[in-house]
């Protein structure tokens, strides 16, 4: 179902991403061209109850079934992303290799392009025996405030 190719060009737009949908076999049904175009009006990472939520608001009818089942589509096709959370999975418009600012008093998750030095990737290659092909950091702060010291967690 999945191509090579399909796989390696990055989805840089919503015509990127139902271009994508149909690379792979899978069909843009209503429900999943409304979960596109709200993770790319968005630009954020959504849980898949607010995807409910926003898409019904919106006058959008959409069941709470199909909103999982096409986020589950749409992610394991590298279509969108799905990140991890302790309190659930969030669902963000960029699928190709970035990485987050997680902010601690918000919990927004910030998508960010961060290249680093040819020769930090080298020594780490080196240390570690393995071949970097691909990376992804995860950085952790706060917005608003940092909490008083001695009460970090």
Known sequence: MKTTEASRKPIKSLDDALARCQELGMRVSRQRRYILELLWEKKEHLSAREIYDLLNQQGKEIGHTSVYQNLDALS?????????????????????????????????????RIELPPELLQKIEVETGVKITDYRIDFFGYKNSAPAKGTEQ
């Open 76 to 112: 394991a096709g590298e279509i969108i992303e799905c990140v991890e959370r302790s309190d659930g999975r969030l669902y963000g418009n960029i699928s190709d290799s970035h990485s987050h600012v997680n902010c601690l008093d918000t919990n927004q998750i910030i998508d960010l």
